[in-house]
């Protein structure tokens, strides 16, 4: 039964975990704190986080586990995308190992992993399926074929779901990342005070730019009229922020299925944590008979869980990477 160690650093959270047979045995993550008093993630200062947390994560994820270094069968990690910086050290850390280990590396596209966290925890959904994976750099709708069959069938032209929570927050003068507040706040709201448009794009394609722009117009006119608006009406503005954006998302979702004739829908990625959006696709799927699921949240938001799942169907087939291998800031696949 083979031990994969994964490690994830694609972006701002350092993430290793372990897993025998396509089990998860540990799952640890440092999230770096450094970047909210800048209002977003400063590639540099990840790229030093990271360095100085991956040794300690990979520590604890090995004794949580209860697996030794000279247990481990292969070691796994993030290849893209990401920010360069941070990839780095997750890829030259892994390589090390690997190479000390005398062990085969893996390498996982994270938005892969992103998908596949539906594949960690039982009830599993069966093949095919579609999986809407909503995160801070992306927004896309997947057709899985199988864990070695992923197309991406939808995907933003601007601006990813978790951005449009995160822009809009920042105009409501909510602080980084705003889309948790956003979701906090829209629970106390009502959705429908406020209209916001919904773009047309074509096919199962996302934009939210427009979103963003109608917003910020929106509360300008409004500040005009009264310079306490956003004060005093948060939670009716994030409720309808939230609705607009949930409404976004599942309509292309809806199409998708119908289309493709998929009736098994997952969903994943931060934004999935959205309870707007939980409990509107939990509705949707019961009204058009989907089989719904969504993972834990731990393997929702970037964690190295998802990297060992992935890992885990890799090394089923074999499907080593070569140690002269370097990670990318983009990846097509
Ligand atoms: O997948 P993730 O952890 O990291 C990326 O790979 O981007 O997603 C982070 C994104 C952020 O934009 C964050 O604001 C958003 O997920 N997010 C939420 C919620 N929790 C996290 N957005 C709306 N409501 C939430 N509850
Ligand atoms: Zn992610």
Redesign the pocket.
């Known amino acids: 039964m083979p031990a994969i160690l994964a490690i994830e650093s ?2 701002d ?1 350092t993430g290793a975990a372990i897993c025998r047979d396509g089990k998860i045995l540990s799952n640890l993550i440092a999230s770096q704190k450094i970047h909210e008093q800048y209002g977003g993630v400063v590639p540099e200062l990840a790229s030093r986080a990271h360095l100085q947390n991956v040794v300690p994560v990979v520590s604890e994820a090995l004794q949580k586990a209860g697996v030794q270094f000279a247990q481990i069968d292969a070691v796994a990690f993030t290849q893209a995308p990401g920010l360069i910086g941070s990839l780095l050290v997750g890829a030259q850390f892994a390589k090390s190992l690997s190479m000390s280990l005398q062990k085969p590396l893996i390498s996982v596209h ?1 938005m892969q992993a ?1 998908v596949l966290a539906n594949m960690i925890d039982d009830p599993k959904p069966s093949f095919p399926f579609l999986c809407l994976t ?5 927004t896309q709708i997947v057709l899985c074929e199988s864990p070695y069959m992923l197309k991406v069938i939808g995907e933003t032209i601007d601006d ?4 449009a ?2 822009k809009s ?1 920042k105009l409501l003068g909510l602080p980084y ?4 507040l ?3 706040f829209a629970a106390k709201g009502n959705a429908t005070r406020f209209s916001f448009p919904e773009p047309n794009i074509p096919g199962f394609n996302f934009s939210f730019s427009g979103l963003k722009t109608s917003i910020l117009y929106f509360l300008k006119a409004e500040q005009i009229k009264n310079e306490n608006f956003i004060a005093k009406n948060l939670p009716d503005i994030c409720a309808s922020i ?1 609705h607009r954006i949930v409404s976004i998302l599942l309509k292309k979702l809806q199409r998708a299925a119908e289309e493709t004739g998929i009736k098994n829908i997952c969903i994943a ?3 999935s ?5 939980r409990k509107s696709f939990e509705e949707l799927g019961q009204k058009l008979n989907w089989k719904t699921y969504i993972p834990k949240f731990e393997y ?3 964690n190295a869980a998802m990297i060992a799942i992935t890992a885990h169907y890799k090394y089923l087939k074999q499907d080593f990477a070569d140690i002269t291998i370097s990670p990318t800031a983009r990846a097509e696949w």
């Open positions: 694609s972006c959270d994270h992103h909503v995160s801070g750099g992306h990813a779901a978790g951005e929570f995160d927050a990342p705003g889309g948790p956003i979701d906090q939230q990625g931060g934004v944590a959205n309870s707007g959006l929702c938001t970037d």
